[in-house]
């Protein structure tokens, strides 16, 4: 056995999957257990790179809907029994080009069952994000918006969607009015973090299914120089948003300079118009470096009602090597208080740890994370995770995780 974040937890099973980031939803499993299935290739048929693949499932039919970035732009897929077979992939209308010009997928399904397919684009100087719907269950999507900022060179960056209870589409993506603030860090072995720039959480809305959006609400004080990005959110059935973000402080407002980033936690009960005061969620266990190059942070809420939000930070051991470790926090009280940060990976090292969450039956959480700390290469983990009689504890006392299954491709 190893030791990991205060419980003691099993070695890593190794299994074969697909490739991407996986996402479960209540629907799926009403307690801490799971099946790892068999791979399903879904963009062997598409040319060139595929990656950043996003998943969401329609909690009325069971389908399971894939968005990545592929097929020459942003590809889709379907599955009508339950994930076992998949449609040939589709490009999404308005990204067929490049990946260079189209990235960031992001899905979403609505109460009556219409598909929600975003991703950001790069088009005439500008970037932003694009909505595209379905109206038969992920068929054709017959329906393309663009959500163009007012600015000639902005800045825009990662894109999320939330449909409320009542049909309200909620699209969050990073925006700067100047696209000449941002300067990035590159790594050799993965993407790029931000330097500089004048990052800001921002928020748009649909009130009639997509077909258009309102004007920009700003998520994280401080426009233009908030320092924020990177904003997961999901819809409570009362109507209440909620939303995690990653916060970096700008430490001065004309070089748009950063300090390392905290996760932070801000709600709206008037539909998106306003936001309660950020508040930082889990700083107890450290900051976001600003080489950080991979989308941190993550938020889901299982079926009480209890909010999970999930982010990894880059520190230093006591024996002064460099680590990074995964976490896990949890409220019941709609994001007021939120727990001492639990270590969710078993390992610390310097290594990515791409978190997700996604919520199941009563106090059960899944807890993913994708990550190259094993010497075979990137592989997706998973646990399952409660806040209730069916937590694991340590001799302590403390809340845990079961122990993970690794999955390689």
């Known amino acids: 056995m190893v030791r990991g974040g205060g419980c003691w937890v099993a070695p890593a099973a190794r299994l074969s999957a697909a490739a991407g980031l996986l996402t ?26 595929n990656a950043e693949v996003e998943q ?38 308005g990204s067929v080009g490049s990946n260079v010009n189209s990235w960031d997928p992001a899905l979403a399904v609505a109460p009556d069952g219409t598909v929600y397919a975003a991703f950001m684009l790069a088009k005439g100087g500008q970037w932003y994000p694009v909505v595209a719907a379905s109206f038969d269950h992920g068929v054709t999507f017959s329906q393309v918006t663009s959500l163009v900022p007012p600015d000639a060179k902005n800045w825009g960056d990662r894109d999320f969607i939330a449909v409320g ?19 990035f860090i ?21 009130n009639d299914g997509g077909r258009t959006f309102g004007a920009m609400v700003h998520v994280s004080p401080g426009f233009p120089a908030s320092g924020g990005d990177s904003a997961p959110l999901v819809v409570e059935p009362s109507g209440r948003v909620d939303l ?11 070089t748009y300079t950063l300090n390392p980033a905290y996760s932070y ?13 950020p508040l930082k969620v889990g700083p107890e266990a450290g900051t976001m470096s600003l080489a950080e190059w991979w989308i941190d942070g993550d938020i889901a809420m299982d079926a009480a009602g209890t909010l999970y939000a999930t982010w990894d930070t880059q520190g230093t051991n006591s024996d002064g090597t460099a680590n990074d470790i995964g976490w896990l926090s949890w409220s019941t009280d709609h994001g007021q208080h939120w727990s001492s940060p639990v270590q969710a990976t078993p390992d ?3 290594f990515p740890h791409i978190m997700e969450v996604t919520g199941a039956g009563s106090g059960v959480a899944y807890v993913a994370w994708l990550s190259d700390s094993n010497p075979q290469g990137y592989a997706l983990y998973l646990r399952a995770f409660s806040v209730t009689r069916l937590a694991l504890r340590s001799h302590t006392g403390r809340k845990c995780l079961r122990g993970p299954v690794g999955v390689a491709w």
């Open 56 to 93: 969401t499932v329609d909690p009325m039919l069971g389908y399971v809907y894939e968005e990545w970035m592929g097929c020459q732009g942003i590809a889709f897929a379907r599955s009508i029994d339950g994930g076992i077979t998949f449609s040939d992939p589709i490009s999404l209308p």
């Open 165 to 183: 209870p009542d049909g309200v589409v909620y699209v969050t993506w990073d925006y700067g009015p100047n696209r000449t603030s941002i300067t």
């Open 265 to 277: 936690f801000t709600s709206s009960i008037d539909g998106g118009n306003t936001w309660s005061t």
């Open 24 to 49: 479960m939803t209540a629907v799926l499993a009403a307690g801490p257990t799971y099946i790892i299935g068999p791979i399903s290739d879904l963009s062997g048929s598409c040319s060139g790179q």
């Open 348 to 350: 610390t090292l310097d």
């Open 186 to 206: 590159c790594s050799s072995s993965g993407s790029c973090a931000f330097g500089t720039g004048d990052l800001n959480v921002v928020m748009q809305k649909s």
């Open 244 to 254: 995690l973000y990653q916060g970096y402080q700008v430490t001065n407002p004309t």
